[in-house]
């Protein structure tokens, strides 16, 4: 992306950034995927600003939201209630301004505690996050893309987790989905071929998403019926946070970090947040530390 391209990117990005933060202030239990639905659409809306996901290759809302052992996709509606030890992701693509060929998309999401976790669920949700965390780390002009991939396996089986292969990150901007795949493993070669993916040199200006999705158990994944929902095999949990990421010249700039810590998934005390994938969060820890050092 050219200078001036970046510039309407990161309109977008934020955006969708604070629209998590709002969706923070509404999760708890008793409230329908629906209801964030509702409130997704009308945030898009009241800032001009599209809801990228309506009628997106016939999906039929304006956000997903996979709950539990949803691994992506999920389709809200008014029989899907949240209760205690749920956990969500809340996955938002704003396309802003809204008028044709000029916006650009902001892709993000977070997974939020609903009331009173397990210790598996903060396992899971712990380990996307800081996945996400390192993947960020290994961006900069010149490295390979696959090089995220790689850093995010390690750390994944680490704890004990699995990393999904059938969805990848991908480029993002006039586009919602466009080059390059982003996978969120190391790609094996077989048969002499590389399923697909090319392991690119990343270049500054490039854009594209990092959204890696962590089960607890197998990395096997499950399409539904409505050709959208996709679930764990073993129907065990699954976390995902992402980030629509620049690639710069030292590092990267993450175009959807968030101003404002976000609730429910941020300012809980087992939550380990960092410092790329959420400064807001990170930099109030850190001064919390230091007063109580």
Known sequence: ???????RMRESCQLAARCLVMVGEHIRPGISTEAINTLVHQFCVDH??????????????????????????????????????DI??????????NQPRKGFHGDTSVTFYVGEPSEEAKK????????????????????????????????AESQGCSVVRDYVGHGVG???????????????????????????????????????MINLGTHETELQDDDWTVLTAD?????????????????????TRRPAIVKGSEDLPWSEVGPLSAPAAHAARQGDDASSG
């Not at 048969?191 to 959204?211: C, D, P, Q, S, W």
């Open 174 to 212: 006039k586009e919602f989905h466009m080059e390059p795949q982003i996978p969120h493993y190391l790609p094996q070669k077989k048969a002499g071929l590389f399923e697909g993916l090319k392991n690119r040199r990343m270049k500054e200006g490039m854009v594209f998403t990092i959204e890696p």
């Open 88 to 97: 969500i992701n809340v996955d938002v693509t704003t396309y802003f301004p």
């Open 48 to 85: 001009d600003a599209y809801p990228a996901p309506l009628d997106y290759k016939g999906f039929p809302k304006s956000v997903c939201t996979s709950v539990n052992e949803c691994i992506c996709h999920g389709i809200p509606d008014e029989g899907t209630v949240l209760k205690d030890g």
């Open 235 to 255: 129907r065990k949990l699954s976390a995902q946070f992402e980030h629509s990421i620049a690639v710069t010249r030292t590092g990267a700039e993450v175009l």
């Open 124 to 155: 899971v949700v712990e380990t996307a996050r800081q996945a996400l965390e390192i993947g960020i780390e290994q961006v900069k002009h010149g490295a390979r893309i696959w090089d995220i991939g790689a850093a995010i396996q390690e750390y």
């Open 1 to 7: 992306m050219t200078p001036k391209m970046l510039d």
